[in-house]
T-cell receptor, first 113, second 114 residues
Framework: EPEVTQTPSHQVTQMGQEVILRCVPI?????FYWYRQILGQKVEFLVS????????KSEIFDDQFSVERPDGSNFTLKIRSTKLEDSAMYFC???????????FGQGTRLTVV | AQSVTQPDIHITVSEGASLELRCNYS??????LFWYVQSPGQGLQLLLK??????LVQGIKGFEAEFKRSQSSFNLRKPSVHWSDAAEYFC????????????FGAGTILRVKS
């Protein structure tokens, strides 16, 4: 069964460093998303991406964040200068159409120290 | 603003017993409704969804959910719980205009005792 794959599963980084979280969406999907879940809090929408551009983003998704689809298979989330409060589980998701269910990856746990 | 409330943070049921997890939402119109499950160390797996039509929807692993417009609820049920159902369950809503800008509830942790 096709699935969304995220790497790495766990990343530890020092405050101020740049991190790139990687995702391989399901191959025939066209819509891509990032969500995050801070420990003990709700899963929150960050950004949606379609046709090589951001279609919607939340207030959380400030200038420190960027997304990219560098090739035909990967979808990345970059945090330019990490802060302690960026520590969270980051989930990538994809869907075939805008109004169909999204399939989530297993998440990348980011720890900023 | 959209919101999703899962009033039960933890629920413990005996194996073989029935289960109902509650979900209420606040939204201006009928949204798309989802239940996801997260097992330890795993991602979010879609259990079932409601888009339109029959208000009782069937999902994977023997789960079902009923959409009640009058109560703004989308409760998840299972007639007989298995130990492997122990996990965290998330209700989520998405606007029909942007189906996948999901708003999640806080989750309900299900414990199953033998």
């Amino acid at each position: 069964e096709p699935e969304v794959t995220q790497t790495p599963s766990h990343q530890v980084t020092q405050m101020g460093q740049e991190v790139i979280l990687r995702c391989v969406p399901i191959s025939n999907h066209l819509y891509f998303y990032w969500y995050r879940q801070i420990l003990g809090q709700k899963v929150e929408f960050l950004v949606s991406f379609y046709n090589n551009e951001i279609s919607e983003k939340s207030e959380i998704f400030d200038d420190q964040f960027s997304v990219e689809r560098p090739d035909g298979s990967n979808f990345t989330l970059k945090i330019r200068s990490t802060k302690l409060e960026d520590s969270a589980m980051y989930f990538c998701a994809s869907s075939s159409q805008e109004n169909t269910e999204a399939f989530f990856g297993q998440g990348t746990r980011l720890t900023v120290v | 603003a959209q919101s999703v409330t899962q009033p039960d943070i933890h629920i413990t049921v005996s194996e073989g017993a029935s289960l109902e997890l509650r979900c209420n939402y606040s939204y201006g119109a009928t949204p798309y409704l989802f239940w996801y499950v997260q097992s330890p160390g795993q991602g979010l797996q879609l259990l079932l969804k409601y888009f339109s039509g029959d208000t009782l929807v069937q999902g994977i692993k023997g789960f079902e959910a009923e959409f009640k417009r009058s109560q703004s609820s989308f409760n998840l049920r299972k007639p007989s719980v298995h130990w492997s159902d122990a996990a965290e369950y998330f209700c989520a809503v998405g606007p029909k205009e942007y189906g996948n800008k999901l708003v999640f509830g806080a989750g309900t942790i299900l414990r199953v005792k033998s």
